[in-house]
């Protein structure tokens, strides 16, 4: 199992003011983490407390019908083409970044054992989509188009360029070419993927985008390049089996969620960084500052009363950031829990040739970059202590699906912990909505008229 080690957030160790009594803590909140976890799990089956993702690991049917699927369009294309955003897109673009061999879309076909490169275009920059349409053979391309609501403009343009250059070049058959994962019965998507006869894949009820990475969302794009997913789904299962302990003492997501809890209530630690000493992972971080921040950052608690909390998370990665962030985190405002990701073994090992013995750079010589680069996460977690700066560590035997699923899902239990400690709806976003009706109003989208005047005229005032 994947491990948690508090020691660096003990007042002993970085002293009363930025440290917490964290068995006493423990201790204290023994009861109210017991029944926080006992609550969710006895709520996760009703309708409309969007806890389904808790119930993911045991979907044998998606798994069976995306592998059916996978299987089937095995050795068809040559690649694939994610169009989603967000939390349609974030999981997907972590855990195979994590999984698949590094280079992926660069390695020949024989060195990727034919299964196809993968392509996510989670945003809608103008060159970027024109960039890769013009390197795709979209006769040789598998598009996997996600979008939960089914009416996100950003996908949705996306899907309508793809499809009218696809319609143009393929002809009838295109429709091959396109597979939809999407609710099972409302939206845009839905509508025209039953119309047009696409294969589709649902996402399901009571599962938001940003834990949605374990259902079809996610699994799909992992099983069309060959990743294990039951190797995933095994990773889930054991995870959520150790989560459902609620002795706090026992629960790593508990006990993570309280400490970012206590840290940004009683020690002004308003920041969570996401620092895993891993490039596979570095995405990793991207999917946690969706999570974290989407979750929650809100304005109002459950009573109705104006909070306004959440921390910030942010993403760094090891040793890449030691010499771009590392300076502000041990020097700057004490205002930060950083959670470093330790992978014990790697699947490879770098040797670092013994030449150069009698210059300042003999000391390498002999040793391998795996040495250096946990050296470098132990060094910077010392010297961060030394500064006074609390962080925890998480830590993987290794890099591999069972693994990468076990801290994915042990991150989506700890965030729905601590909603409940700082008393918000985890699983709304309110806050993104505004922006968003702004935006139908300015492209034009009917029924936003009003929203148009008013934006005019704010506009209007801005300038
Ligand atoms: O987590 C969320 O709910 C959001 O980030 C959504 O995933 C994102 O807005 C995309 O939504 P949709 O899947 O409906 O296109």
Redesign the pocket.
């Known amino acids: 199992m994947i491990k948690l080690d508090y020691r660096n957030v003990k007042s002993a160790i970085v002293g009363n003011e930025n440290g917490l009594e964290i068995e006493q803590e423990f201790e204290n909140h023994r009861e109210k983490i017991a029944q926080v976890i006992s609550d969710l799990n006895k709520r996760k089956d009703k309708p409309g407390q969007w806890l389904q993702w808790m119930n993911l690991g045991y979907n044998e049917e998606t798994v069976w019908l995306v592998k059916e699927y996978a299987s089937l369009v095995r050795n068809r294309f040559e690649n694939i083409l994610v169009l989603?955003?967000?939390?349609?897109?974030?999981g997907g673009i972590a855990v195979t970044e994590a999984l698949l061999k590094p280079y992926w879309n660069l390695l020949t076909e024989e060195q990727r054992n034919n299964y196809p490169r993968i392509f996510f275009l989670d945003n809608i920059d103008p060159d970027q989509i024109q960039g890769l349409l013009d390197l795709l053979d979209l006769k040789k391309t598998l598009v996997n188009v996600?979008?939960?609501?089914?009416?996100?403009a950003?996908?949705?343009s996306q899907y309508m360029i793809v499809k009218d250059l696809m319609e143009k070049e393929l002809g009838d058959d295109y429709r091959k070419n396109i597979v939809a994962t999407?609710?099972k019965k409302t939206?845009f998507l839905r509508q025209l993927a039953d119309q047009e006869g696409y294969k589709t894949f649902v996402?399901p009820d009571d599962v938001?985008?940003?834990?949605?990475v374990f259902s079809a969302?996610g699994l799909l794009p992992f099983a069309l390049v060959g990743i294990d997913i039951d190797e995933i789904i095994s990773g889930i299962k054991d995870m959520d089996l150790a989560l459902k302990n609620t002795d706090i003492f026992e629960n790593i997501a508990a006990q993570n969620a309280l400490i970012h809890y206590l840290m940004d209530t009683n020690k002004g630690k308003k920041l969570s960084v996401m620092m895993p000493y891993s490039s596979r992972l570095r995405y990793v971080s991207d999917w946690y500052v969706?999570?974290w921040a989407?979750?929650l950052g809100k304005e109002f608690d459950n009573q109705g009363e104006k909070v306004n909390c959440g921390p910030t998370p942010l993403k760094a990665l090891g040793a890449t950031d030691q010499h771009s962030q590392i300076q502000l985190y041990n020097e700057g405002p004490n205002n930060k829990i950083i959670n470093f990701i330790r992978i014990e073994n790697f699947d490879n090992t770098v040797e670092i040739p013994r030449i150069f013995e009698y210059t300042g750079l003999g000391y390498l010589g002999g040793k391998t970059i795996n040495d250096l680069i946990n050296a470098e996460a132990d060094a910077t977690k010392v010297a961060l202590v030394d500064f006074g700066r609390p962080n925890v560590t998480i830590s993987l035997p290794n890099i591999n699906g069972y693994y990468v699923a076990q801290l994915l899902y042990m991150l989506e239990v700890q965030t729905a912990i601590a909603g409940e400690l700082y008393n918000i709806n985890t699983f709304s976003?309110p806050g993104?909505e505004q922006a968003?009706n702004y935006t139908y109003a300015l492209m034009g989208r009917a029924g936003y008229e009003d929203s148009a005047k008013t934006l005019q005229e704010k506009m209007g005032a801005n300038a």
């Open positions: 989603g955003i967000g939390g349609s897109a974030l996600i979008t939960k609501s089914g009416s996100t950003e996908t949705m999407t609710d939206g996402v938001g985008g940003r834990f949605s969302v969706q999570l989407e979750s976003q993104v968003k």
